[in-house]
């Protein structure tokens, strides 16, 4: 589980929307590798998503349409969106978490707040820079998606 500090000053980020990463983005070949190792994860279909810019990709989960509790989706009220990857242009990562595990990771510099949150589980998580990054931020769209899975809690 992912519990060191992410190295380096935060990106800068867009004020105001959509909510993006504006710089340290991931290199093109490092975001497609975890855009692919995403979609690869049991149970895990990609979509368009329901709240996000049309470059953006969407983490459904196969077998679960339908959202536990609407903290556990990015678009409350319709499919279970627990997750979405930002395009190219961008890199970082909308999810949703426990909010004591999202608070965790804005404390370590992995992430921050959701700009336009309906709930306090709701995070951006920043690119990865390097393969390291890229392990801890595939850890974390896991523990989205177990969050999901799960209902809450």
């Known amino acids: 589980m992912l519990n060191e500090p992410r190295p380096g000053a935060r990106p800068t980020t867009s004020d105001q929307g959509p909510h993006r990463q504006l710089d340290q983005r991931a290199p093109a070949a490092l975001w497609g590798e975890l855009v692919a190792r995403v979609f690869q994860l049991d149970g895990v279909v990609e979509g368009i998503s329901q709240v996000s810019p049309p470059s953006s990709?969407?983490?459904?989960?196969?077998?679960?349409?339908?959202?536990?509790?609407?903290?556990?989706?990015?678009?409350?009220?319709?499919?279970?969106?627990?997750?979405?990857l930002h395009g190219v242009e961008d890199t970082s990562v909308h999810l949703v978490l426990p909010a004591d595990r999202g608070d965790a990771l804005v404390r370590l510099g992995w992430a921050e707040p959701h700009q336009y949150a309906d709930y306090d589980t709701e995070f951006m998580v920043y690119g990865p820079r390097n393969t390291a990054e890229l392990e801890a931020v595939l850890s974390v769209v896991e523990q989205s998606l177990s969050f999901a899975r799960a209902g809450g809690a």
């Open 57 to 84: 990709r969407a983490v459904f989960i196969r077998d679960m349409p339908d959202e536990r509790s609407p903290e556990t989706s990015l678009a409350p009220g319709r499919r279970l969106e627990p997750a979405h």
